[in-house]
């Protein structure tokens, strides 16, 4: 089984602060995914990565940064943490197809911003 | 353009009872669709996916899903709940590449 591991599953976090949430995948998926998950307002994804060092804004990714300097691990920064960060983070990877793609979720990183 | 509509953010039923959970779609290509469950503080698992061919797709756990291109629907059942079905559900919907449109999530509840 596809294993994606979020390190971090609980976080808090003052105002200010610079925050790392680590992903790290171990079958070899050339994308990697990051959501935000808040409540009625479903999955948003901040960033995806299709290769080592590259990377794509998704449809928020304004107060986020990424990096992914090797295959297995895709990491979420966010630069000076804000209250309105509070939320459920979510990491994904996937097989590059031509079909459809599936997408294997982490288990999530909370973070609370103070 | 793509999008995912999910009717009913909350949906209660009885131990036992059937379970629906309503997926409208849009889409200008032809579709790939899925649903993932997410329980309490976890990430989502794939419950299972339509790509092309059979249209009544059947998953794990004992939920299937048809998908009705004349309706644009790919709603969610199971014949008869258990307590253990308690969970978020999403519907999904992908094009080829990395797009994929989420719903906004059904909170089912199931009653003893």
């Known amino acids: 089984d596809v294993k994606v591991t979020q390190s971090s599953r609980y976080l808090v976090k003052r105002t200010g602060e610079k925050v790392f949430l680590e992903c790290v995948q171990d079958?070899?998926?050339?994308?990697m995914f990051w959501y935000r998950q808040d409540p009625g307002l479903g999955l948003r994804l901040i960033y995806f990565?299709?290769?080592?060092?590259?990377?794509e804004k998704g449809d928020i990714p304004e107060g986020y940064s990424v990096s992914r300097e090797k295959k297995e691990r895709f990491s979420l920064i966010l630069e000076s943490a804000s209250t309105n960060q509070t939320s459920m983070y979510l990491c994904?990877?996937?097989?590059?197809?031509?079909?459809?793609?599936?997408?294997?979720f982490g288990a999530g990183s909370r973070l609370t911003v103070l | 353009a793509q999008s995912v509509t999910q009717l009913g953010s909350h949906v209660s039923v009885s131990e036992g009872a059937l379970v629906l959970l309503r997926c409208n779609y849009s889409?200008?290509?032809?579709?790939?669709l899925f649903w993932y469950v997410q329980y309490p503080n976890q990430g989502l698992q794939l419950l299972l996916k339509?790509?092309?061919?059979?249209?009544l797709v059947k998953g794990i756990n004992g939920f299937e899903a048809e998908f009705k291109k004349s309706e644009t629907s790919f709603h969610l059942t199971k014949p008869s709940a258990h307590m253990s079905d308690a969970a978020e559900y999403f519907c999904?919907?992908?094009?080829?590449?990395?797009?994929?449109?989420f719903g906004t999530g059904t909170s089912l509840t199931v009653i003893p």
């Open positions: 994904a990877s996937s097989l590059p197809s031509s079909g459809a793609n599936v997408l294997t």
């Open positions: 079958m070899d998926h050339e994308n």
């Open positions: 990565s299709y290769d080592v060092k590259m990377k």
């Open positions: 889409s200008s290509v032809p579709p790939y």
């Open positions: 339509y790509t092309t061919g059979a249209t």
């Open positions: 999904v919907l992908s094009n080829t590449g990395n797009q994929f449109y």
